[in-house]
């Protein structure tokens, strides 16, 4: 009996956690503000059910955001946009249920706060 691939997805977000990858050398674009990434080794951004306490994150311009960071209240992932400055994609609260949500290689920066 095969299990929902949802649910398989699920599992590996839980499993984890808050792990931001940047995507093969051929295809990240460095930016001013970070390079393209992805997320649990797929291609978007998305959650559902997971919690979480500390967000790892590798952003190698941008010191602020590298490195694990202890999220007191919540951490936000963000996109950086042309026309529209930083927009966030997902607030993400500690050990707090997450709604599901999807970018497509949209994150470039993880901000904490509280």
């Known amino acids: 009996m095969m299990k929902h691939p949802r649910f398989r997805f699920a599992a590996a977000v839980v499993a984890l956690c808050c792990v931001?990858?940047?995507t093969s050398a051929a295809s990240a674009k460095t930016?001013?503000?970070?390079?393209?990434?992805?997320?649990?080794t797929e291609n978007d951004f998305a959650g559902?059910?997971?919690?979480w306490d500390?967000?790892?994150v590798d952003l190698p311009d941008n010191v602020y955001d590298s490195g694990?960071?202890?999220?007191t209240d919540y951490c936000t992932v963000w996109n950086n946009t042309?026309?529209?400055g930083d927009q966030p994609i997902a607030k993400l609260?500690?050990?707090?249920?997450?709604?599901?949500?999807?970018?497509?290689?949209?994150?470039?920066?993880?901000?904490?706060?509280g």
């Open 82 to 84: 042309v026309f529209w």
């Open 20 to 22: 931001l990858i940047p």
């Open 54 to 56: 500390t967000c790892t």
């Open 93 to 113: 609260f500690k050990d707090q249920f997450v709604p599901a949500f999807d970018k497509l290689n949209a994150a470039d920066h993880v901000t904490t706060g």
């Open 31 to 40: 930016t001013s503000s970070g390079v393209e990434l992805k997320m649990y």
């Open 68 to 71: 694990t960071q202890n999220i």
């Open 48 to 51: 559902g059910g997971a919690m």
